[in-house]
């Protein structure tokens, strides 16, 4: 700590990730709780509310007591414990074994208050940690005499080439998306999503929407369809509607004809199951959405990366937010390996001497598959010296945009997200995807929370 950071502090006043308190009381394990559920955070003892430094008498006692009360956290919270003058600084790790509690219950850090979670709320937020799966929760709406589809049962069995030569209650249990409960069938999730006949009567999130563009831009629309009829008919709805939707060429050096899509089926197929199989259904604020282009194809879904698998992971190895769903779905044709999506994506287009897919992810995920040939006017143009000329151009282009965010965050280290999406002409989601990339380089670091701080470029 230094006297610049420390009134920089004081400036910005409390926050997400500062909390004040004039004297020592055991009533910091709610705090402690709150920043380890959070992203972290540093208590400062010795300050009061109005940003008044008043200092405390520093004892051997008082951090011997703090540390007891980070330790009787479930499960143990890591802390560091600094002086500075005579403040007493608390700086709580965030936690990579959430949710912690204390013994007044569960707590997240919000702005600069520390709020306590109800049953429903911890609930949600261990299902977002990946400690409770969302798919193998038992749902008590389901009526199995009322909303089970035992067309879809035999579908599935069907594409799993799985016999049906035992009671139908007694396959669901086998399959995992059932139990026996006091001489009851009760389904968990999983089987709502797969087997309901109608799933939306209990996951608004269980819909996909398809759209088909007239241009390359979000602006015309030619066509639009919803499907909610259980995953694997939404898989299969939305690659029927691909192909209809994108260009074929064809190729006569026989009597028969060859017909070449536009794009290869494996790259949209794998985007389209990654899509279904990885979202976050939980989170209500969007559907999967398959955006049809002329020049490209986008497949996103709600619910980024899951927390447990770390960015310079991905495409390495997979770790499914629906574990149950991802094995339903890999007994069938649509799965080949589970975990092989992003770089089956990647070898098919390649293998077409098409640009490389762009993945992103942050409060969302997405797949954009290019075609960049459609709607530029190029003609007579040998195709792989076309697609090399746009992956140069493409990583120029973002190099450029590189360049172009450091120079204005090196002009404004407060300059906002909003601020750089219009001084670049970048989408927010372009501008998020950059930031992360810069800080996954060591290249920008955020100082203090996001409203009030202000970047650091480490590396230029």
Known sequence: MEDKELNFILKQGEGQFAE?????SSDISRDICAFANSEGGRIFFGITDKREIKGIEITNKIKSEIQDIARNCDPTIKIKIEQFDNLLIVDVEEGDNKPYSCSQGFYLRNGSSSQKLSRDEIFDFSIQEGKIKFDEQINNDFDFKKDFDESKLDQYLKLADLTKNIPT???LVTLKVA?????????????????SKNPSKFFISSKVVCVNYRTNEKVDILDKKIFDNGIIN????????????????????????????????EAYRESIVNAVMHRDYVDKSGDVLVEIFKNKIIA?????????????????????????????LSKTEYVEKVGSGINRIRSSMKDENLPAPVFEYNSSFSTTLFDETKGKGEKNVP?????????????????????????????????????????TGLTRRGIEWNINKLKEDKKIKRIGPD??????????
Do not use: C
């Open 169 to 171: 209650e007694d396959i």
């Open 20 to 24: 004040f308190k004039e004297s020592f």
């Open 383 to 423: 195709e792989k010296r076309m697609i090399e000329t746009t992956q140069k151009t493409v990583e120029k282009t973002v190099e450029k945009t590189v360049e172009k965010i450091l120079q204005l965050i090196e002009e404004n280290p407060k300059i906002t997200q909003e601020e750089l999406a219009k001084k």
């Open 234 to 265: 939404n898989i299969q709805d939305i690659i029927s509607y691909i192909k209809k939707h994108i260009d074929v060429r064809y190729v006569i050096k026989t009597a028969k004809r060859k017909e070449i899509p536009q794009f290869p089926e």
């Open 179 to 195: 139990k026996l409960i006091k001489n009851e069938l009760k389904f968990n999730n999983a089987g709502v999503l797969f087997f």
């Open 300 to 328: 996103s879904n709600p619910g980024g990366l899951v927390k447990w698998l770390k960015p310079e992971d991905f495409g390495k190895y997979s770790r499914a937010r629906n574990q149950l769903v991802a094995e339903l």
């Open 451 to 460: 409203k009030g701080g202000y970047w650091k470029i480490i590396i230029k």
